[in-house]
């Protein structure tokens, strides 16, 4: 009994260890592409329209104005505008999953999650005003 349950610890800490490597590097590398560009948009125009969002969807649909096609490449995934104060930030995410967080102020992709061999919930880990400063 003691071998059985030995065997299924193995199995499944090689199925966590796996889950990171089941992401196609050259796809997550142009989505990270995309999501910057989108979330710079976001960002900017949080921080320069006079209209005050409150509303994440809203402010994301401006900023691409209005062009949904610009969201296809992630149609597949779930796009998630988080605000903090006057900056924002993009999180692309995949069944509750980070993937890829990106903060528009940045001229670079962030945070590749999705190489980590830890699964994280889809909320931001970073707070956006320390990384903004820097840039």
């Known amino acids: 009994m003691r071998y059985i349950t030995l065997i299924t610890a193995i199995a499944l800490s090689a199925g ?4 990171a490597n089941t992401y196609n590097p ?7 592409s995309q999501l910057k560009d989108i979330s710079a948009a976001v960002d900017g125009t949080l921080k320069f329209s006079s209209e005050p969002y409150t509303d994440p969807q809203k402010l994301l649909l401006t900023a691409i104005r209005g062009d949904k096609s610009r969201l296809t490449p ?4 779930q796009l998630k505008v988080v605000i903090q104060e006057q900056n924002a930030a993009l999180l692309l995410c995949q069944d ?5 967080e990106d903060v528009g102020c940045t001229a670079k992709s962030d945070i590749q999650h999705w190489q980590s061999s830890t699964p994280l919930t ?10 903004c400063a820097s840039h």
């Open 26 to 32: 050259e796809e997550m590398a142009d989505l990270a």
């Open 96 to 100: 509750k999953r980070l993937l890829i």
């Open 74 to 77: 992630f149609k597949n995934y």
């Open 122 to 131: 889809c909320e931001a880990t970073v707070t956006f005003s320390q990384l």
């Open 16 to 19: 966590c260890a796996s889950s």
